[in-house]
T-cell receptor, first 112, second 112 residues
Framework: DVKVTQSSRYLVKRTGEKVFLECVQDMDHENMFWYRQDPGLGLRLIYFSYDVKMKEKGDIPEGYSVSREKKERFSLILESASTNQTSMYLC???????????FGQGTRLTVV | GENVEQHPSTLSVQEGDSAVIKCTYSDSASNYFPWYKQELGKGPQLIIDIRSNVGEKKDQRIAVTLNKTAKHFSLHITETQPEDSAVYFCAASIGRDDKIIFGKGTRLHILP
């Protein structure tokens, strides 16, 4: 059974903190994605990676960075968390971007 | 860049009736069009997809149609059931090493 695992289901952080969201997939997929989900705005792409150490900006990369040192792990980093980054964060992986994407269960991040 | 518009944002249908959700995309190079269903507290899951070389695809009560000329694609759910209540997302992708862009989602309510 395919699996994408996000390290935390719920997270509360303070403004200015550095925050790491971790995502691991066990399907040997090439592509990995980070989205944020907000009411009325759907799924917006933050960053994606199609290979180890490769990263591409999505539609809303400002305030975020990513790391992909190993094929199975894709980390999202908030260098200095702000209240407008309070959101649901979803990680996904796919063999290629034109094949099925599998999502993690999401991390609900609250920045106070 | 690619843009995907989805309508309506909310849809209520009587149990047993049909539901239709429509999407348009901007990049004529897009060649893969998946549909995802998101239930409460879970990540989105693929329910059906279609590629640009096909005009229609059906899987039991779910069908997707694609009009490449008009850059439209639609999801059709027939004989709706209570378990169809969820948020549905359309998406489009250009190719193997590129991103998947999602619409803003449609919240479908099945009324008893």
């Amino acid at each position: 059974d395919v699996k994408v695992t996000q390290s935390s289901r719920y997270l509360v952080k303070r403004t200015g903190e550095k925050v790491f969201l971790e995502c691991v997939q066990d399907m040997d997929h090439e592509n990995m994605f980070w989205y944020r989900q907000d009411p009325g705005l759907g799924l917006r792409l933050i960053y994606f990676s199609y290979d180890v150490k490769m990263k591409e900006k999505g539609d809303i990369p400002e305030g975020y960075s990513v790391s992909r040192e190993k094929k199975e792990r894709f980390s999202l980093i908030l260098e200095s968390a702000s209240t407008n980054q309070t959101s649901m964060y979803l990680c996904a992986s796919s063999l290629y971007s034109d094949t099925e994407a599998f999502f993690g269960q999401g991390t609900r991040l609250t920045v106070v | 860049g690619e843009n995907v518009e989805q309508h309506p944002s909310t849809l209520s249908v009587q149990e047993g009736d049909s539901a239709v959700i429509k999407c348009t995309y901007s990049d004529s190079a897009s060649n893969y069009f998946p549909w995802y269903k998101q239930e409460l507290g879970k990540g989105p899951q693929l329910i059906i997809d279609i590629r640009s070389n096909v005009g229609e695809k059906k899987d039991q009560r779910i069908a997707v149609t694609l009009n490449k000329t008009a850059k439209h694609f639609s999801l059709h759910i027939t004989e709706t059931q209570p378990e169809d209540s969820a948020v549905y997302f359309c998406a489009a992708s250009i190719g193997r090493d590129d991103k998947i862009i999602f619409g803003k989602g449609t919240r479908l309510h099945i009324l008893p």
